[in-house]
């Protein structure tokens, strides 16, 4: 039975949340389903495929378009925040739910019934809060890590008391009970379900032809971010001693800070920093291996697309999914969390790599069709879905 599915993102920017979300509304699209996604701030680096209805609605500026919004904006920042650190979201998600309420009644008297509400990220969940709705489910890829202090129960309990929250791997789902717990915070349905990837997609786009390095390599592809730790990166690249080429496709905050260090390690005529390109998969292909150094990796889309593209992953035992996406002999080339660590299981990697062709399951696991089946298959008040 064909359903209208709703999927809620904060941008449409390169990131793996936004492209997780457009992987699921391609897919659900692609088995005949009416497919729509809100875009609540903006972002134009990516986009669903052409049987996905795009809407796109800052319900923050609309708000402070009206006197009455404008001034509500100008007291909470000048009055509130200060007596209440951290607390900008629950005065602008309180508004923010009854604009969606109101684009979910507009878009069913355009379009006919919503059967389910996907909604994914925190900075989402923080933009529309109080909206309550048995279709809707929270899909959460990282535990909140920002919000500390005695009013840190108060803010936790707005995104997910009594709310229905999917989680995309099952160390996301530990972390984040954990934190609930510790304020006596329940939702009202937990779901546990990994990414979904286009696998057909993947390869076709890593057949696509790219200038490639002369030289043998191994490839990073992140943001440059803190987060993502490059520095370690590169400092394991020197400790390892290969021969191989760096690659590392991404941009962001730390570009020129990570230009820096390349100069000061020497290796500026073996590092290739490429920039933002909305198709790094012939890079993951034509790689050797794929490394990640992140300091924390709520799932790590880009592991589960390396070994798609057929390349094996050696990345940092840092927190989050990484030891739920690399599994069986894969699970080999996770490192101990350092500089030294990373460096022995880059040159493991380059000597023994696991061979993924033997372990199908690796990728079959993240297949969208087989992703796609499991939102479906989420109860709702309406009666669609399995049951609770």
Known sequence: MTQRILLVVRKLSIGGIERVTVNLANVLAREGHDVHVLVLKGGHELAPDAGVTVHRRDFDKAFRRTGVGLAYDLVTRALLKPLMPGSGFLWRGWYGGGYLKRFVETLEREHGPVDRVIMRGQGAFETVW???DPRLWQVTVSWPGSYGGRLKGVYLRRLYAGKQVVCNTPNVREQLDKQLAHHAIRPAR????????????????????VELPARPFVVHVSRLSDVKRQDVLLRAYVESNIEEDLVIVGDGPKRETIEQLIDELG?????HLLGSRPNPYPWMKHARLFLLSSRSEAFGIVLAESMICGTPCVAVDCPGGVRNVLIHDQARLIADNSVAGLATKIREGLVRPPVLADDPELVERFRDTRIMAQFLALPTANGTGAPA
């Open 130 to 132: 109080s909206w309550r």
């Open 190 to 209: 937990w779901a546990t379900i990994m990414n979904p990837c286009d696998i057909e997609s993947i390869r076709r786009q890593a057949d696509e032809p």
């Open 267 to 271: 290796i500026a005529h073996r590092v």
